[in-house]
């Protein structure tokens, strides 16, 4: 059966999603089903779908990826806005809709993410208990990753700033949206950045090798306060329970994900939890290049087979 494109209802809107079915898929039996959720600034069609979800249904499952909401071909305004509170709650409505679907086995759901999806992923399931197991790949702690630098400026200089621009938007302004990244690899070094993380994501996201219309690395500057003051972590141990299973390559860049994945595993009540480091491997390596994601995979689909 391949792929279909779905849609499923949020608040007021719709978010536009692909279901990815095993080889020779059956709508008379029931399959475990695992969500896939997309990095900061990316979409359905790019790592979390074409790698993962596609890579999950050659493994037996039925794998749904959709774009965020306000982003990729998802409903919602403003546009490119990414806000963590509604990243983790669209995956409610996307188990809404999984629960009408009669092939889907709605006691065996896991959600695997990818980058800013990874921790969304981690977060969304200490209260979305409908979830039964949880992969992060190079998961990233959105919040934790403004509040350290990469909305342009300390926390109150940001805040400060987003107030200002929020206010000016309220009177009629143009909205304010901000591209995360570079134009190209060259025009980044030529700035002066080095960071490995923000030089790769250029790399994927800017040329041929990841590039997607509903990708679009931007973002509306006034909101980013909303992600300012949210942890993906908070609660972890008392909340996130789940068998977990975090991913991460041995080479940190800006990003945070090396960090981040031993704070969650430090953090999280799960009984079982085990924290893979993938050894010369970045952060952008696990979006896409062969031998590091064959790695994650090796250890992600046992995993969901076993906790499913």
Known sequence: MGTKAITFKNLAWENAGILHFPKDFNEDQKYPVIITMHPIGSCKEQTSGNIYGKALAE?????????ASFQGESGGTPR??????QRTDDV????DYLETLPY???????ILGVCGGGAY???IAMTERRIKAVVSITGVNFGRLLRDGFAGGSPMEVLNNTAFQRSAEAKGENLLTINMLPESVEAGKQAGITD?????ATDYYKTARGQFPGGATSAVYSRLSIGMGWDAFYLAETLLTQPILVIIGDKPGGFGAYRDGYEIIRRAASIKKELVVL??????ELYDQPEPVRQALEKAVPFFKENL
């Open 80 to 85: 490119y806005m990414e806000n963590p509170y």
């Open 196 to 200: 490995i993380d923000v030089l790769e």
């Open 104 to 110: 889907i086995n709605t006691e065996k759901i896991g």
């Open 279 to 284: 050894k010369n491997t970045s952060h952008y």
């Open 92 to 95: 409610r409505y996307a188990i």
């Open 121 to 123: 992923s981690l977060n």
């Open 59 to 67: 493994a037996g499952f039925v794998a749904l990826v959709f774009d």
